[in-house]
């Protein structure tokens, strides 16, 4: 399996507009997850999907966040309208359930200016 | 919230030595996991130790843990240059709906001197 893979690698976007961040977990991971990395905020988890149905989405700081993840190969983190403060490094990870190791991607970095 | 807090933020130590992190936690666990970023990129799965287990082992890789402190370590013996790396812990943090995802702490980074 190539892991799990995430695009773009970079993104570097204007205020305000639309960013689309995309995963594709491992085969058979019926878990997904979207994390967070800021230097002042460590590791935040956004959302997960367990088969593909989001279960937890405490964690997406504005509506101007949301993730789909239209079936077990593939999921979307949207940003709309971008801001600078969002600007981190997004990273999806799959597993087989929450308590066990999981597998993460090489991220996103986004960069809003 | 943060589950996990690593202790200390930063460690720089020779090469051959032995490395030591530390991580407490606040509530219940299952199990601990410990995972190891290097530099722009993701993170990588280390060693998952059970709540019913006090140590674990994995090639240099030594991990403890005590539920009564509601703490573990992690030792890295015989430290190699490519061990500089962050680390961090993890634990799941559970809610009325079940396990939510690992949570995890704001790391120790370690730096490996030649």
């Known amino acids: 399996d190539a892991g799990v893979i995430q695009s773009p690698r970079h993104e570097v976007t204007e205020m305000g507009q639309e960013v689309t961040l995309r995963c594709k977990p491992i085969?058979?991971?019926?878990?997904l997850f979207w994390y967070r990395q800021t230097m002042m905020r460590g590791l935040e988890l956004l959302i997960y999907?367990?088969?593909?149905?989001?279960?937890?989405d405490s964690g997406m700081p504005e509506d101007r966040f949301s993730a789909k993840m239209p079936n077990a190969s593939f999921s979307t983190l949207k940003i709309q309208p971008s801001e600078p403060r969002d600007s981190a490094v997004y990273f999806c990870?799959?597993?087989?359930?929450?308590?066990?190791?999981?597998?993460f991607g090489s991220g996103t970095r986004l960069t809003v200016v | 919230s943060q589950q996990g807090e690593e202790d200390p933020q930063a460690l720089s130590i020779q090469e051959g030595e032995n490395a030591t992190m530390n991580c407490s936690y606040k509530t219940s666990i299952n199990n601990l996991q410990w995972y190891r970023q290097n530099s722009g990129r993701g993170l990588v799965h280390l060693i998952l130790i059970r709540s019913n287990e006090r140590e674990k082992h994995s090639g240099r890789l030594r991990v403890t843990l005590d539920t009564s402190k509601k703490s573990s370590s992690l030792l890295i013996t015989a430290s190699r240059a490519a061990d500089t790396a962050s680390y961090f812990c993890?634990?799941?943090?559970?809610?009325?709906?079940?396990?939510?995802?690992?949570?995890f702490g704001k790391g120790t980074h370690l730096i490996i001197q030649p």
């Open positions: 085969s058979g991971h019926d878990y």
């Open positions: 999907f367990n088969n593909n149905v989001p279960i937890d």
């Open positions: 990870a799959s597993s087989f359930r929450t308590e066990v190791r999981y597998t």
């Open positions: 993890a634990t799941v943090l559970y809610s009325g709906g079940g396990a939510d995802g690992l949570t």
